[in-house]
C-alpha cells in the first residue's frame, strides 16, 4: 500500500475554497485514492474518489495530475460545520485492506 | 438510510473484564472491518472479513483480542482481558471492498 502524506493541520474562514493537498509518491498502476471526512465522535464518511484526472460530486472535486504522485481535494465555499479531518487514502483498485493516515485537521473559521 | 450499527456505544469497564463490542454491517456488504482509534496512534486496522471469512487481523493484539463474524448480519470484537491500554473509539466499517466504506458511530471503550 503506497505510503500517504498531508498536512497535519489547515486553518480557513468560512466561504472560503479549501484544498487539501496529498503526496503518494509510490502509487502503483492499480491503485486508486480516496478521501474520507471524520467529525468529532463519528466514524469516518467517504467523500470522494478517483483514479487520474478530475472527479466531481456534491461535495467535493478531486483532481489527480497525469503522474499521479499527488491529489487535491477540493472543498468549494467551506462553512462551520466542514471543520473535521479529512483523510486521503490510496488503495488497490479491488482491494480490500485500507489504512488510513494522520488525516489533515481543518478548522474553519468564522 | 441503511447504516452500520455498533453496540454498545459506550462501555465502562475494570481492568481484566472481557469486553464484546457487536457490529450489524449494511444488509449485503461482503466485507467488514474493525478499527481503533486513539489520539496517540490514529485510526489503526485491527482485522477484516470478506465473506464472513478473516482475510487479515494482523493488527490484532493475538493474546486477547479475538473478531468473529458468526453470521452475515453480526461481526464481534472481543477483549479478554482488557486492560487500561486498550481504552480508545473502536469502529465497524462495511462496503464491497475497494476503498469505499460506510462507518458505524463507534463504541468508546474505556478500561479502569
Known amino acids: 500500500l503506497a505510503k500517504t502524506t498531508q498536512p497535519i493541520s489547515m486553518d480557513s474562514y468560512e466561504g472560503q475554497e479549501v484544498n487539501i493537498t496529498c503526496s503518494h509518491n509510490?502509487?502503483?498502476?492499480?491503485?486508486?485514492i480516496t478521501w474520507y471526512q471524520q467529525f468529532p465522535s463519528q466514524g469516518p464518511r467517504f467523500i470522494i474518489q478517483?483514479?487520474?484526472t478530475k472527479v466531481t460530486n456534491e461535495v467535493a472535486s478531486l483532481f489527480i495530475p497525469a503522474d499521479r504522485k499527488s491529489s487535491t481535494l477540493s472543498l468549494p465555499r467551506v462553512s462551520l460545520s466542514d471543520t473535521a479531518v479529512y483523510y486521503c487514502?490510496?488503495?488497490?483498485?479491488?482491494?480490500?485492506?485500507?489504512?488510513f493516515g494522520a488525516g489533515t485537521r481543518l478548522f474553519v473559521k468564522a | 438510510d441503511a447504516r452500520v450499527t455498533q453496540t454498545p456505544r459506550h462501555k465502562v469497564t475494570e481492568m481484566g473484564q472481557e469486553v464484546t463490542m457487536r457490529c450489524q454491517p449494511i444488509?449485503?456488504?461482503?466485507?467488514v472491518f474493525w478499527y481503533r482509534q486513539t489520539m496517540m496512534q490514529g485510526l489503526e486496522l485491527l482485522a477484516y472479513f470478506r465473506n464472513r471469512a478473516p482475510l487479515d487481523d494482523s493488527g490484532m493484539p493475538k493474546d486477547r483480542f479475538s473478531a468473529e463474524m458468526p453470521d452475515a448480519t453480526l461481526a464481534t470484537l472481543k477483549i479478554q482481558p482488557s486492560e487500561p491500554r486498550d481504552s480508545a473509539v473502536y469502529f465497524c466499517?462495511?462496503?464491497f471492498g475497494g476503498g469505499k466504506l460506510f462507518f458505524g458511530s463507534g463504541t468508546q471503550l474505556s478500561v479502569l
Open positions: 466499517a462495511s462496503g
Open positions: 487514502l490510496v488503495g488497490e483498485v479491488g482491494g480490500f485492506k485500507t489504512i
Open positions: 444488509l449485503g456488504h461482503n466485507t
Open positions: 478517483g483514479y487520474k
Open positions: 509510490n502509487i502503483a498502476t492499480n491503485d486508486y
